[in-house]
């Protein structure tokens, strides 16, 4: 198979409101970043693939501005995801297997602020037996956070204690929008508090891919993505057993997380109690284990939906790339209580 | 830094559903007050019924009625209701197997506080007094005081159901609304506060030099920030255009008689066409080339029309590159 690597990653700083900038504007400075990481022109990237949701700003197609920004004209190879932007990568990373890019741009953005996410998210469950009674996304966060602390597997001050931890690795992290002491805070819906919540906020953020050689000619230190995969569970969520996330485990069985030891682990827990499931399902709490989880803060310190995920797979490699990690996995969620989920094993030159 | 500008945006969408078999069955029974689950491909019975086995993707037909209570198996207190969901007061959210199903459906539960909900809790179905065919049919569930009711489905086996029901649902409505505080960036934003000067500002590329209108914030051609504000027009040519014959059913176009022609504008000064409306010369005598002015009424945020300035007609080579 193609080696495949990340050989650069940007991201703007994530803010609760970005109303000065349009999307295309907040967009921008990220994607000039990556490319003079890497010295490359936008014209010499093959496929361009991007992640976000028109829902969230409320504008209509929005992801055609944003391009404006990649400077499309004359027609470039192009692809859009309504999805986070780690499945953007995904798409760009076969579309590098197949041998038809050698090089991928991949960028996500997400403007919360214009909107209510907590209700915006709602439009993305079952039309017929649960959008109707709209039924936010904190609600549904602490559905799972309960049937976790009913089934023993955690509880309120464990949950508090991810969310200080989270806020206080986010302190070496410029670019996060909640960082350092947060207070628990009120049950925003019980038994989630506002400190186990994710900040909502706006945010841009830009991988690039290359392959082989190429890599190894455009940075020092390339992060190969040794596997990736991504799996989805049933929409019902009475159907699932919510404290428990299949989907991840055979991402990451499939993506070859357990073959070796891991020494960083970014994962994508917009609520405290979903990192208590994925710990889980990934084994990162196993005996011995010396996994650092989250050193970016994740997304308890900065949320820019749809960009979120991809930015986990970009720390993991940043940290590759300046040599603080070896072996990595890099997670990324969609959906409501973890609904699908994609894995990736991120390894520096060995 | 000019004062960003911002404006209320209201989406809404009335969303027409069709229903499939099992959907259709399920939802007319809940207007009939009759709650049917699907046995999926492993004898299981799914409770809200879905159309396709959710684990092997396999149709699934062969209803069952299942009961009226049932128990809660995961909770959630929300202290602040928010618009559109079963209840106005504080409630908890519930996922609820019902007696007979093996999986749970999501709903309230309307209780007085959190310390009276619990996981494992009985619970029973409180029906909507008016019902349609929708999930909100059921208005939402409450504490069950007394020993289950006996009747059909009330018991712990699920019942054989035909699914048929007079007057079948075979769609749904579902109105969304969203509401957003609309921005739309510094670009825009300086075109707006032109506009209301009654000038057209476009933006300059300082890589390729051309003047967009309106602007954006980036050259698409180049991907760069355009920067340096030019005004451009008032004056235009008309790059091309059609004849409008259908009446608009909007009402922000109500009082435009048919037939009427929009057109490609391209501004003195600007390497964009903008589009707009011509005014004050028959529909039929508009023509590419034609030199139009705009039109401002009093109290006009943008230009009602553009309608000929009486010059002689553009050079077709003085526009070809803007069409």
Same mark, same amino acid.
């Given at each position: 198979?193609?080696?495949?690597?990340?050989?650069?990653?940007?991201?703007?700083?994530?803010?609760?409101?970005?109303?000065?900038?349009?999307?295309?504007?907040?967009?921008?400075?990220?994607?000039?970043?990556?490319?003079?990481?890497?010295?490359?022109?936008?014209?010499?990237?093959?496929?361009?693939?991007?992640g976000?949701?028109?829902?969230?700003?409320?504008?209509?197609?929005?992801?055609?501005?944003?391009?404006?920004?990649?400077?499309?004209?004359?027609?470039?190879?192009?692809?859009?995801v309504e999805m986070d932007?780690a499945w953007?990568?995904y798409?760009?990373?076969?579309?590098?297997?197949?041998?038809?890019?050698?090089?991928?741009?991949?960028?996500?953005?997400?403007?919360?602020?214009?909107?209510?996410?907590?209700?915006?998210?709602?439009?993305q469950l079952?039309?017929?037996?649960?959008?109707?009674?709209?039924?936010?996304?904190?609600?549904?966060?602490?559905?799972?956070?309960?049937?976790?602390?009913?089934?023993?597997?955690?509880?309120?001050?464990?949950?508090?204690?991810?969310?200080?931890?989270?806020?206080?690795?986010?302190?070496?992290?410029?670019?996060?929008?909640?960082?350092?002491?947060?207070?628990?805070?009120?049950?925003?819906?019980?038994?989630?508090?506002?400190?186990?919540?994710?900040?909502?906020?706006?945010?841009?953020?830009?991988?690039?891919?290359?392959?082989?050689?190429?890599?190894?000619?455009?940075?020092?230190?390339?992060?190969?993505?040794?596997?990736?995969d991504h799996r989805i569970e049933a929409h019902?969520l009475?159907?699932r057993?919510?404290?428990?996330s299949p989907s991840t485990r055979l991402a990451?069985?499939?993506?070859?997380?357990?073959?070796?030891?891991?020494?960083?682990?970014?994962?994508h827990?917009?609520?405290?109690?979903q990192?208590?499931v994925l710990?889980?399902a990934?084994?990162?709490?196993?005996?011995?284990?010396?996994?650092?989880?989250?050193?970016?803060?994740?997304?308890?310190?900065?949320?820019?939906?749809?960009?979120?995920g991809?930015?986990?797979?970009?720390?993991?490699?940043?940290?590759?790339?300046?040599?603080?990690?070896?072996?990595?996995?890099?997670h990324a969620t969609s959906g409501p209580c973890l609904q699908q989920n994609l894995v990736?094993?991120?390894?520096?030159?060995? | 830094?000019?004062?960003?500008?911002?404006?209320?945006?209201?989406?809404?969408? @009335?969303?027409?559903?069709?229903?499939? @078999?099992?959907?259709?069955?399920?939802?007319?029974?809940?207007?009939?007050?009759?709650?049917?689950?699907?046995?999926?491909?492993?004898?299981?019975?799914?409770?809200?019924?879905?159309?396709?086995?959710?684990?092997?993707?396999?149709?699934?037909?062969?209803?069952?009625?299942?009961? !009226?209570?049932?128990?809660?198996?995961?909770?959630?207190?929300?202290?602040?209701?928010?618009?559109?969901?079963?209840?106005?007061?504080?409630?908890?959210?519930?996922?609820?197997?019902?007696?007979?199903?093996?999986?749970?459906?999501?709903?309230?539960?309307?209780?007085?506080?959190?310390?009276?909900?619990?996981?494992?809790?009985?619970? /029973?179905?409180?029906?909507?007094?008016? /019902?349609?065919?929708?999930?909100?049919?059921?208005?939402?569930?409450?504490?069950?005081?007394?020993?289950?009711?006996?009747?059909?489905?009330?018991?712990?086996?699920?019942?054989?159901?035909?699914?048929?029901?007079?007057?079948?649902?075979? *769609?749904?409505?579902?109105?969304?609304?969203?509401?957003?505080?609309?921005?739309?960036?510094?670009?825009?934003?300086?075109?707006?506060?032109?506009?209301?000067?009654?000038?057209?500002?476009?933006? /300059?590329?300082?890589?390729? /030099?051309?003047?967009?209108?309106?602007?954006?914030? !980036?050259?698409?051609?180049?991907?760069?920030?355009?920067?340096?504000?030019?005004?451009?027009?008032?004056? *235009?040519?008309?790059?091309?255009?059609?004849?409008?014959?259908?009446?608009?059913?909007?009402?922000?176009?109500?009082?435009?008689?048919?037939?009427?022609?929009?057109?490609?504008?391209?501004?003195?000064?600007?390497?964009?066409?903008?589009?707009?409306?011509?005014?004050?010369?028959?529909?039929?005598?508009?023509?590419? *080339?034609?030199?139009?002015?705009?039109?401002?009424?009093?109290?006009?945020?943008?230009?009602?029309?553009?309608?000929?300035? *009486?010059?002689?007609?553009?050079?077709?080579?003085?526009?070809?590159?803007?069409?």
């Amino acid at each position: 198979m193609r080696e495949v690597a990340i050989v650069a990653f940007g991201q703007s700083d994530h803010v609760r409101d970005s109303a000065e900038t349009s999307e295309v504007e907040m967009l921008m400075p990220v994607l000039h970043d990556v490319l003079a990481q890497t010295g490359l022109k936008a014209r010499d990237i093959d496929f361009t693939c991007s992640g976000s949701s028109d829902y969230l700003a409320g504008r209509a197609f929005s992801f055609t501005m944003a391009l404006d920004g990649v400077g499309a004209w004359p027609p470039i190879s192009e692809s859009h995801v309504e999805m986070d932007g780690a499945w953007a990568l995904y798409e760009a990373w076969v579309k590098i297997l197949t041998g038809e890019a050698e090089t991928a741009l991949v960028y996500a953005y997400g403007k919360s602020s214009p909107g209510d996410v907590r209700e915006v998210l709602t439009r993305q469950l079952d039309p017929y037996y649960v959008a109707p009674l709209w039924p936010d996304s904190v609600a549904l966060a602490a559905l799972q956070a309960r049937a976790l602390i009913d089934a023993g597997l955690t509880d309120e001050r464990e949950l508090a204690g991810i969310a200080a931890r989270s806020r206080t690795a986010a302190e070496a992290n410029p670019h996060a929008q909640l960082r350092g002491p947060v207070p628990a805070g009120e049950h925003l819906v019980a038994p989630l508090r506002t400190g186990d919540c994710p900040p909502v906020g706006d945010g841009a953020a830009a991988v690039i891919l290359a392959a082989g050689d190429t890599a190894r000619r455009l940075t020092d230190r390339p992060a190969w993505i040794r596997g990736l995969d991504h799996r989805i569970e049933a929409h019902s969520l009475g159907v699932r057993d919510l404290t428990d996330s299949p989907s991840t485990r055979l991402a990451a069985q499939r993506a070859g997380a357990f073959e070796r030891p891991l020494d960083t682990a970014e994962l994508h827990a917009p609520f405290t109690s979903q990192e208590v499931v994925l710990r889980r399902a990934l084994e990162l709490d196993a005996p011995g284990s010396t996994v650092r989880i989250n050193p970016s803060g994740g997304a308890l310190a900065a949320n820019p939906v749809m960009a979120a995920g991809l930015i986990r797979l970009g720390e993991a490699a940043a940290r590759i790339q300046r040599g603080e990690s070896d072996r990595a996995l890099a997670h990324a969620t969609s959906g409501p209580c973890l609904q699908q989920n994609l894995v990736a094993v991120l390894e520096g030159e060995s | 830094m000019p004062e960003v500008r911002t404006a209320p945006l209201v989406v809404e969408f @009335p969303f027409t559903r069709s229903l499939g @078999p099992v959907q259709s069955a399920f939802l007319t029974g809940l207007r009939e007050r009759t709650v049917l689950g699907v046995r999926g491909s492993d004898g299981r019975v799914v409770v809200p019924p879905a159309e396709y086995d959710p684990v092997t993707a396999e149709e699934i037909r062969e209803l069952v009625q299942v009961g !009226a209570s049932g128990t809660v198996t995961t909770w959630a207190w929300n202290p602040a209701p928010r618009r559109g969901q079963p209840l106005a007061t504080p409630f908890a959210w519930v996922l609820v197997r019902l007696d007979g199903a093996d999986t749970a459906l999501l709903h309230a539960l309307d209780a007085p506080g959190p310390d009276a909900v619990h996981t494992g809790m009985r619970v /029973r179905i409180r029906w909507a007094a008016e /019902r349609t065919g929708a999930i909100t049919d059921i208005a939402c569930f409450e504490p069950e005081r007394s020993e289950p009711e006996q009747s059909a489905g009330n018991g712990r086996q699920p019942i054989p159901h035909d699914g048929e029901f007079a007057d079948p649902v075979t *769609g749904i409505t579902t109105p969304a609304r969203l509401d957003y505080t609309y921005s739309p960036g510094r670009a825009q934003s300086r075109y707006i506060d032109a506009l209301a000067d009654r000038k057209t500002i476009g933006e /300059r590329c300082p890589s390729c /030099r051309k003047v967009y209108v309106p602007p954006r914030g !980036a050259c698409p051609t180049c991907g760069v920030a355009t920067d340096a504000q030019v005004e451009v027009g008032p004056r *235009g040519t008309v790059t091309t255009f059609c004849i409008v014959n259908i009446k608009a059913r909007h009402t922000a176009n109500l009082d435009i008689e048919v037939p009427y022609v929009y057109a490609h504008i391209a501004l003195d000064g600007a390497d964009l066409a903008l589009h707009a409306r011509i005014g004050g010369i028959p529909y039929d005598q508009v023509r590419m *080339g034609l030199r139009v002015e705009p039109v401002w009424t009093d109290d006009g945020r943008f230009p009602d029309h553009y309608r000929p300035t *009486g010059e002689p007609d553009a050079d077709y080579d003085s526009y070809k590159e803007l069409i």
